[in-house]
Each structure stands twice: as structure tokens, then as C-alpha cells.
């Protein structure tokens, strides 16, 4: 493994051949390459397996309750814009608990990397059904398989307006990079939903299995394409891996119109308010 400076000694509470220790290499590989400063980054996270991997990095980091990891971000970011902020979680922390905040951070469009760990079960409390996990699906509790129609991440994403939206399987790691890499360099909102099999409480969709379900996108593949995009987002078994949804065009961030940096663009914690400021504020 390659020498990061984001490299950080610690006992790492996964289990053994979980694909969380690849997608963690491969994102501090791609904060090393592309120069980014630990002290210049932030990491957000909820509750999960997924969630735990900010506490393996050495930079500052927030890691607070189930689904909330993708709020925070934003309100980091808002607070900061200088800084690089990233949302990191797993399928249930974020497109479960954390669904709401999902919707409407992609209504706001926070200059975010939201890296989604997608290994289609709850691996934390020990293999329950995720949003993701699909029909016919035995678990511990759904015994008789699961029921309902997968959450589609993309679709959603692409369909309220996000303007970076892709998809990687961490064993293709020169692909999960150059995504990752992408997104951090990408100016808005870019989720990256990220097959990472669960080797404890997932015996269906193994290595193995997402390698056989999964295409790479042809570089002839127009990414600018909505309606392309949207049908890319559909597919599966298999799945398109790539950017699907790239918008080409600038949409403004909620930082960027925001009243608060209108007229002033420090960030707000080297702002100072005096009493007869706030007075006014309250009147």
C-alpha cells in the first residue's frame, strides 16, 4: 500500500476482506495525489460499519447520529467553504436514515463529495435489509426475502437536479479513484454510490458477484445527457459503473448564493459580531 499522509494508526474495527479497507486506501491515495492538505479537509459520517472510516483518517472529522452525516456536511461547508468537505456513509445511513437530507441537500447543492458505501445490507447491526438490498432477499429478519423495490440512488439524484452523479464498484480501483478524484475537483454537489461488499452478512453480492453484474461506461458515453443518464440510472444486472450524469454548465452552490457571503467572503468563523449587531439582528 502506498504512504499517505493521511495514514493513520489505529486498530480498524472491520472485518476481515470487508471492502471498506480498499475504498479507504484508495480515497487517502486520492487526497495524497491530488495535494490536498489533512488540514484543509473535513470528513462527515453518521452510524455504521461505512461510517466509522473518518476515525481511520488522519485529518478532523465529524461523526455524529444515524443519517445525519450529509447535513453536517453541508452546515461544515457553509460555515468554511475553503475547505474540502466530504459526506461518508453506507447505504442505510444515508439513503435509509439519512434519505431526507439526501433529497434535499441535492435541492441545495452544497459543493460536497458524498461517498456512499453501497453494499446493499445493514452490516452494523448484523444483516438486515438496506434501502438498497434487493427483491428476494433473506436476511436474519426478512426470512422470507425481501419485499419491497430497491431504492435507485441515481435516478433520484439525477432526477432532483444533481449535477455530478456516479457509480463504482471498489474493486475496480483505478476507476474508484479517478471518480473520486473527479468529484473532489467537481465545483457542486457529486455523489458517488460505491458497490462495497459486506463479506459478513452479504453471501449474494460478493467481489465476485458485482464483478459479474457490472460494466464500465465506453468512453464514446455522453455523460451531459440527462435523459441518457437517467436510463444509464435504470439498468441493471448489470449496472453501469462511470460518471452517469455530469452537468456541464455551472450550477450555482448554496454557498455561493447565499446572503451570507454576498458582500463578505470570509468564512464566518473569522467573522466577529459586536452586541449592538446582534441587538439589531434580534429586533
Same mark, same amino acid.
Request: charged share 20%; hydrophobic share 40%; net charge negative.
Given at each position: 500500500m502506498k504512504k499517505t499522509r493521511f495514514d493513520f494508526a489505529s486498530e480498524i474495527a472491520w472485518c476481515p476482506g470487508c471492502g471498506n479497507f480498499?475504498?479507504?486506501?484508495?480515497?487517502?491515495?486520492?487526497?495524497?495525489?491530488?495535494?490536498?492538505?489533512?488540514?484543509d479537509l473535513v470528513i462527515s459520517s453518521g452510524i455504521g460499519q461505512a461510517a466509522k472510516m473518518p476515525q481511520y483518517v488522519n485529518t478532523s472529522f465529524f461523526n455524529g447520529l444515524h443519517g445525519r452525516g450529509l447535513s453536517v456536511a453541508s452546515a461544515i461547508k457553509m460555515a468554511n467553504p475553503n475547505l474540502l468537505v466530504i459526506a461518508e !456513509? !453506507?447505504?442505510?445511513? $444515508?439513503?435509509?436514515? !439519512?434519505? /431526507?437530507?439526501?433529497?434535499? /441537500?441535492?435541492?441545495?447543492?452544497? &459543493?460536497?463529495?458524498?461517498?456512499?458505501? &453501497?453494499? $446493499?445490507?445493514y452490516g452494523l447491526t448484523q444483516g438486515q435489509a438496506s434501502p438498497t438490498s434487493p427483491? !428476494?432477499?433473506?436476511?436474519?429478519?426478512?426470512?422470507?426475502?425481501?419485499?419491497?423495490e430497491p431504492f435507485n440512488p441515481l435516478s433520484v439524484a439525477i432526477s432532483l437536479g444533481a449535477p455530478f452523479v456516479a457509480r463504482t464498484f471498489v474493486g475496480n480501483a483505478e476507476l474508484t479513484k479517478s471518480l473520486i478524484k473527479q468529484a473532489i475537483q467537481y465545483n457542486g454537489y457529486a455523489l458517488i454510490d460505491i458497490f462495497d461488499p459486506c463479506v459478513s452478512f452479504n453471501k449474494i453480492n460478493t467481489f465476485a458477484w458485482y464483478k459479474a453484474n457490472t460494466y464500465v461506461l465506453d468512453e464514446n458515453y455522453d455523460s451531459s445527457d440527462k435523459m441518457q443518464? $437517467?436510463?444509464k440510472a435504470f439498468e441493471s444486472e448489470p449496472f453501469p459503473l462511470g460518471v452517469l450524469y455530469k452537468r456541464e454548465d455551472h450550477k450555482p452552490t448554496i454557498e455561493e448564493q447565499h446572503p451570507a457571503y454576498a458582500d463578505d467572503k470570509r468564512p464566518l468563523y473569522e467573522r466577529t459580531r459586536t452586541a449592538e449587531e446582534l441587538a439589531h439582528l434580534m429586533e
Open positions: 480498499l475504498l479507504l486506501q484508495l480515497l487517502k491515495e486520492s487526497l495524497e495525489e491530488l495535494d490536498i492538505k489533512p488540514t !456513509g !453506507g447505504d442505510g445511513d $444515508m439513503y435509509g436514515e !439519512g434519505g /431526507n437530507h439526501f433529497i434535499h /441537500n441535492i435541492r441545495r447543492n452544497p &459543493n460536497v463529495v458524498h461517498l456512499v458505501h &453501497n453494499n $446493499m445490507v427483491k !428476494g432477499f433473506k436476511t436474519p429478519i426478512q426470512t422470507e426475502g425481501v419485499i419491497l443518464a $437517467m436510463a
